[in-house]
Every structure is written in structure tokens, then in C-alpha cells.
């Protein structure tokens, strides 16, 4: 069993920034693709973006040159770096883990952008 738990959510105003993370418990975080994806109120959850284990990484278009993550193996913990925050990037940010043919979803954290 995989927990994934995210901290570093909070209000921020426009063109801010925030650093969330997202600390895994067990062995196989080295091992896992990891992800952060948002859901917006009335908006389905998006992919921001993935980080493999072999550090491979994907970003969303909306995110490029302003989202950064990252990933420190010793620590099982994945991050995400948000600068020039948008009020558009307020939704609740979830923490997600593949390990071969599981699946895992931390129980996110609210990211809020208003003056």
C-alpha cells in the first residue's frame, strides 16, 4: 500500500508562487512514474505534469516555463514549483502514483490565486 500526502497548498496572489509537495510512503516510489494533476470546481482533473523513473518529464501546455517538477528519490518525495500564478491555476492539486499496473492518488491540496 502507497499513501501519498501533499502539503504546500495555499493563497497566493496573481503572479506568485507556491512549492507543493508530495511525500510517498513505501519502497517503490523510486521506481514510480509520478504525477501532479489539478481539478478546478465543475472541471473534470487535468494532468499538469509526470516525472518517470527514469526522469522523463511531461508538462500540461498551459504549464510550460512557469510549473517545475521534480522528484528527490532519497526523500520519496515528488515537487512541483508554481510560479507566475494565474487565478485560472486555482483548483485543488492532487499528488498521483503509477507502479506497474497500480494506480495511487494522494488527498490533495488547495491552491488558491486571488488578489
Known amino acids: 500500500q502507497v499513501q501519498l500526502v501533499e502539503s504546500g497548498g495555499g493563497l497566493v496572489q496573481p503572479g506568485g508562487s507556491l512549492r507543493l509537495s508530495c511525500a510517498a510512503s513505501g519502497s517503490i516510489f523510486r521506481f514510480s512514474t509520478m504525477g501532479w494533476y489539478h481539478q478546478a470546481p465543475g472541471k473534470q482533473r487535468e494532468l499538469i505534469a509526470v516525472v518517470t523513473s527514469g526522469d522523463t518529464i511531461v508538462y500540461a501546455d498551459f504549464v510550460k516555463g512557469r510549473f517545475t517538477i521534480s522528484r528527490d528519490n532519497d526523500k520519496n518525495t515528488v515537487y512541483l514549483q508554481m510560479n507566475s500564478l494565474k487565478p485560472e491555476d486555482t483548483a485543488l492539486y492532487y499528488c498521483?502514483?503509477?507502479?506497474?499496473?497500480?494506480?495511487?492518488w494522494g488527498q490533495g491540496t488547495q491552491v488558491t490565486v486571488s488578489p
Open positions: 498521483h502514483a503509477i507502479f506497474g499496473n497500480r494506480e495511487y
